[in-house]
């Protein structure tokens, strides 16, 4: 069930985006290459369990409700971090630039939320002008969430999966 929280779907996903723009934050702080690789590790994973409610669930609820360009532009912002995402899990804070890295991803990843959460035009805004019962659509996010970190937690996530460029989102 969701928690209570969450008062919707879009608050849902805005607390994932305030939780990884805070470890983005720690990455940046931290010193030790240990600390530096197990907050890579976090916003990773975050960022691939967000990332799949949003193209498996959210993102598919407003096809034809939304610009279509709008849902377009974040699957292929999607993929952009998804390619950073498996380098960084795939290497270590020695590798030559790491920390370059997890830096574009946070500044792929900052671009990202602001065209969605941008007032009147973003992608949210747009959603909370349809008919979608945002709160049924919550917790159906909420239940594929806790599955998903579950499974991160019991062996792991396997690599962000880009789509092929004619792969057409449904």
């Known amino acids: 069930m969701a928690k209570a929280e969450f008062t919707d779907a879009i608050a849902l996903l805005k607390a994932d985006h305030r939780k990884v723009e805070d470890l983005f934050e720690q990455f940046e702080k931290a010193k030790a290459a240990s600390r530096k690789q197990d907050i890579a590790h976090q916003i990773c994973t975050e960022l691939k369990i967000h990332t799949m409610i949003e193209e498996e669930i959210f993102y ?4 034809g409700k939304i610009e279509d360009d709008t849902l377009d532009e974040a699957y292929v912002e999607h993929d952009g971090a998804k390619l950073l995402v498996n380098d960084i899990e795939a290497g270590s804070p020695e590798d ?6 997890v830096t574009v991803l946070s500044e792929e990843i900052k671009h990202h939320v602001k065209e969605e959460e941008q007032p009147s035009e973003g992608m949210f805004a747009q959603c909370r002008k349809t008919d979608v019962d945002l709160v049924e659509l919550r917790d159906r996010m909420m239940a594929r969430k806790e599955e998903l970190m579950a499974q991160a937690k019991a062996s792991g996530l396997p690599a962000a999966q880009p789509r092929t460029v004619n792969q057409v989102p449904a």
């Open 96 to 101: 030559d630039f790491y920390d370059a890295k």
């Open 60 to 63: 598919p609820t407003f096809r």
